[in-house]
């Protein structure tokens, strides 16, 4: 696994560290706060740059040309998550920075059924909040550069891996080299880290991308997180602080010829296309496109090395739940890792982190096998499933127990 060239550059000296987290984003970020307190050095290394504060600017439209001051990537944290981070400290301080939904209303386009949830359902003030990845990400590496035992190096890049003794020896791009007990990949879906380590995945494509874009809508949004099943994918409008603009992740086949739509045709069809259940689509921000893949780590551990987060696992965002799951996973190896300085226990310890893995793979699981079903239950155009699904659809809307049920789980309780 070691690159000859890398190793014969290693001139800087050798750090020592306890843990080393590879992946500063979301999930490996709060693995590092979640570690305050257990004594064990950790480094994080990621190959972008310091996440910076989001400076959000007044939305104008020009035209149909929408400059929406938001960055486009967003996640639907639900009630878990957000008790997770604000707990850490690392929950966004300026409230006008996320949107709490109160509300879900889930349709499908081309049949009759349709869900509501509201926070009566979980008896909470809300059922999750939107946040810009880039705002959670900057109020993670704020709060982690309060950590006394832990370092932070952006810009840097993996080189190589190799397994010594108990831990690793890792070789970033610059020469430097750091030896660890346990190496953390946190490095996102193509996780390099998984790839050394010779982890296999059990893995397909969707056959399907995500356009994601911001639009600017008619009637405000009143705070719901919409979704509609359409011919082509799920359609999701999430709400975003400013009461007008939503964020928009369609789902589609290829996602090329909505890419190639002109600003206003693309933003006619997005009001058809849901329905207009806003009223007009009056601006729409760029566009970005992301292929969409399942994939499953077949191990998510092995002695002196564990994967979190999407590195592990990375499912459809039609419920947005993947960086829920890395935030569950974060914390659930923190909760295993906390414990070794005092027991006097190597944080590579295999039994250790066999721990963590037993405690979020079914979970994971789980969650991968329910966003599997689902998409291929709305998916399908057969006309028994289309009337099954509109027929479970009613029932569960109807049915206020399993309907809390659902709520609760969708709030990761
Ligand atoms: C369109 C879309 C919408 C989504 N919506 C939601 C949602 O509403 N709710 C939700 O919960 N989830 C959602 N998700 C999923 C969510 O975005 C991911 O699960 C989450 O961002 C994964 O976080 P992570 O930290 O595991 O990985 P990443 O965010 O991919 O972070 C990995 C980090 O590792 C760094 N890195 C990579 N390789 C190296 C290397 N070799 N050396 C050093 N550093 C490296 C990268 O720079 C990056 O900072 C959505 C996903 C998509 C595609």
């Known amino acids: 696994m070691v690159d000859p060239d890398m190793a014969s550059k290693s001139m800087a000296g050798t750090t020592e560290v306890d843990v080393l987290i590879v992946g500063g984003g979301l999930a490996g970020l709060t693995l590092a706060n979640a570690l305050r307190g257990s004594r064990l050095a950790v480094l994080v290394i990621d190959s972008q740059p310091i996440p910076q504060p989001v400076v959000t600017a007044v939305a104008e439209c020009q035209g149909y040309a929408l400059a929406s001051g938001r960055s486009p990537r967003v996640s639907a944290i639900n009630l878990a998550s957000e008790a997770l981070l604000q707990r850490l400290g690392a929950w966004p301080a300026d409230p006008g920075s996320s949107c709490a939904f109160t509300g879900m209303r889930v349709w499908d386009g081309r049949g009759t059924a349709a869900i509501e949830f509201n926070s009566d359902l979980t008896s909470t003030d809300h059922l999750g909040s939107i946040v810009e990845n880039q705002v959670l990400t900057a109020s993670l590496y704020q709060q982690a550069l309060t950590l006394e035992d832990t370092q932070l190096r952006f810009d840097s890049s993996l080189a190589s891996v190799v397994a010594d003794g108990t831990g690793y020896r890792v070789q970033l791009q610059d020469g430097s080299e750091i030896r660890c007990q346990l190496l953390v990949g946190a490095d996102g879906g193509a996780s390099q880290v998984r790839e050394l380590a010779q982890i296999k995945t059990l893995e397909w494509s969707y056959q399907q991308e995500a356009l994601v874009t911001t639009i600017k809508t008619e009637l405000p949004h009143q705070g719901i997180a919409r979704q509609c099943f359409t011919a082509t994918g799920p359609l999701a409008f999430l709400p975003l602080p400013n009461p007008q603009l939503c964020s928009v992740v369609w789902s589609a086949a290829s996602t090329e010829a909505l890419l190639a739509l002109d600003d ?29 893949r399942q994939r499953h780590a077949l191990r998510y551990v092995k002695g002196g090395l564990a994967l979190i987060g999407d590195a592990a696992h990375t499912i459809h965002p039609l419920a947005g739940q993947g960086a829920n799951l890395g935030f569950a996973d974060a914390h659930a190896l923190a909760l295993v890792l906390q414990q070794c300085r005092f027991n006097e226990t190597s944080p590579g310890d295999l039994a250790v982190l066999q721990r963590y893995e037993s405690s979020r793979r079914a979970a994971n699981l789980l969650m991968t096998a ?9 998916d399908s155009g057969d006309p028994t499933v289309s009337w099954v699904r509109n027929l479970g659809v009613s029932m569960l809307d109807s049915r206020g127990t399993l309907k809390a049920m659902v709520a609760r789980l969708a709030a990761g309780n």
């Open 370 to 378: 329910t966003m599997e079903g689902l998409k291929r239950i709305f």
């Open 264 to 292: 206003q045709a693309l933003c006619q069809l997005l009001a058809r296309a849901s329905e207009s259940v806003l009223g007009k689509v009056s601006g729409v921000d760029r566009r970005f496109s992301f292929p969409l």
